[in-house]
């Protein structure tokens, strides 16, 4: 990805297939989101969401909790910052304070794209950046309506369909 400064324009690139209608059991990350960036994320298991057919990049849509639904700010790639080798999906539920849900099961409504995954020379150039995505996200979901729980019903894992 190129080198980026948080002033990026955000929701300009369309991409297809969206809404996606997203479901998995919460697994371990690497545990950056808390610790280095102050946004604690929740990764979905690889072997429930289609990550591989997703673009990389930010995205912001709805999640579902034991029942509560919370807006949601998403990364779905490679971390290039980290370097990760594996593709992951990560959702931050915005106002979620509680405790890890890991082995839970999360569902996700993902509405729209943010912006292209990019490398930050700095650590605070990428934290000033999701600041900036979770904003976006706040905004632009606060346009529209909030989803009843019917709504994440089409949200399966990849997993169950096989």
Same mark, same amino acid.
């Given at each position: ?22 479901? %998995? ?14 946004? /604690?994320?929740?990764? !979905?298991? /690889?072997?429930?969401?289609?990550? $591989? ?7 912001? %849509?709805?999640? @579902? @909790? ?5 807006? +949601? $700010? !998403? *990364?779905? %790639?490679?971390? /290039?910052?980290?370097?990760? +080798?594996?593709? +992951? ?13 890991? &082995?839970?099961? @999360? ?15 700095? !650590?605070? %150039? @990428? ?7 979770? +904003?976006? $996200?706040?905004?632009? !979901? ?5 989803? &009843? ?7 399966? /894992?990849? *997993?169950?369909?096989?």
């Amino acid at each position: 990805g190129e080198e980026m400064s948080s002033h990026v324009e955000r929701g300009v690139i369309k991409v297809g297939s969206l809404p996606k209608h997203c479901s %998995g059991k919460v697994v371990k990350g690497f545990g950056r989101g808390s610790k280095d960036l102050g946004c /604690p994320t929740a990764n !979905l298991s /690889p072997e429930d969401v289609d990550v $591989a057919s997703m673009e990389n990049g930010v995205y912001y %849509g709805w999640a @579902l @909790l034991r029942g509560s639904i919370f807006k +949601t $700010a !998403l *990364s779905v %790639g490679w971390n /290039p910052f980290y370097k990760n +080798t594996c593709k +992951t999906f990560e959702a931050h539920l915005i106002g979620y304070d509680g405790q890890d849900f890991y &082995d839970e099961q @999360l569902s996700v409504i993902v509405v729209d794209y943010i912006r292209n995954e990019c490398s930050f020379s700095s !650590l605070e %150039g @990428l934290v000033q950046a999701i600041k900036d995505d979770i +904003t976006f $996200a706040q905004t632009e !979901l606060d346009k529209g309506q909030v989803p &009843d729980l019917k709504d994440f019903a089409n949200c399966v /894992p990849i *997993s169950s369909s096989s």
